[in-house]
T-cell receptor
Framework: GQQLNQSPQSMFIQEGEDVSMNCTSSSIFNTWLWYKQEPGEGPVLLIALYKAGELTSNGRLTAQFGITRKDSFLNISASIPSDVGIYFC?????????????FGGGTRVLVKP | NAGVMQNPRHLVRRRGQEARLRCSPMKGHSHVYWYRQLPEEGLKFMVYLQKENIIDESGMPKERFSAEFPKEGPSILRIQQVVRGDSAAYFCASLGGLNEKLFFGSGTQLSVL
């Protein structure tokens, strides 16, 4: 089945830094989504990407859908403490697949001690 | 407008007991998805239901697990004769139509003693 690999698995941020994470797949997806999950909560949608090459921003977040449709990256600019959490990429094959999502393993963003 | 509501938030069961997890989708949403999340992992698709119908149960174990979404009332994920390996966070998500975005509930954390 499809597999999404996220890297890095975890990272430490310092306030004000830009951070970047990415997601690669062995299969093509028609839609890429980025979610953030905080402890004890469900994932919250951050950005949705629908076209290969698409670059989309949501405040300090920017994500791009790779040209090959097998990868995506998420950037967070000028990080702040509340950016801490787990960021998941998710791929969707098509509407015909019923919006079934395949999730990556997550990138854990932590604050530098 | 209430979001996706799941209860209970935490459920403790002994091995061999039954677990019933409930999910009320967002108002007006007729599509429900169940996902399971093991510690330190991403979410894994289990089952997709529309009112009174199971559309895709390809991610659900063949034995002990069942799901329903009756005409009236919440969707129920039922796990019979629970084992320790069933301990996980179970998330429900809903959407109103296939062109819309998926909204997740806060999950039910199942612990099997």
């Amino acid at each position: 089945g499809q597999q999404l690999n996220q890297s890095p698995q975890s990272m430490f941020i310092q306030e004000g830094e830009d951070v970047s994470m990415n997601c690669t797949s062995s299969s093509i997806f028609n839609t890429w989504l980025w979610y953030k999950q905080e402890p004890g909560e469900g994932p919250v949608l951050l950005i949705a990407l629908y076209k290969a090459g698409e670059l989309t921003s949501n405040g300090r977040l920017t994500a791009q859908f790779g040209i090959t449709r097998k990868d995506s990256f998420l950037n967070i600019s000028a990080s702040i403490p509340s950016d801490v959490g787990i960021y998941f990429c998710a791929g969707q094959l098509s509407e015909a697949a019923g919006n079934k999502l395949t999730f990556g393993g997550g990138t854990r963003v932590l604050v530098k001690p | 407008n209430a979001g996706v509501m799941q209860n209970p938030r935490h459920l403790v069961r002994r091995r061999g007991q039954e677990a019933r997890l409930r999910c009320s989708p967002m108002k007006g949403h007729s599509h429900v998805y169940w996902y399971r999340q093991l510690p330190e992992e991403g979410l894994k698709f289990m089952v997709y239901l529309q009112k009174e119908n199971i559309i895709d149960e390809s991610g659900m174990p063949k034995e002990r697990f069942s799901a329903e979404f009756p005409k009236e009332g919440p969707s129920i994920l039922r796990i019979q004769q629970v084992v320790r390996g069933d301990s996980a966070a179970y998330f429900c998500a809903s959407l109103g139509g296939l062109n819309e975005k998926l909204f997740f509930g806060s999950g039910t954390q199942l612990s099997v003693l």
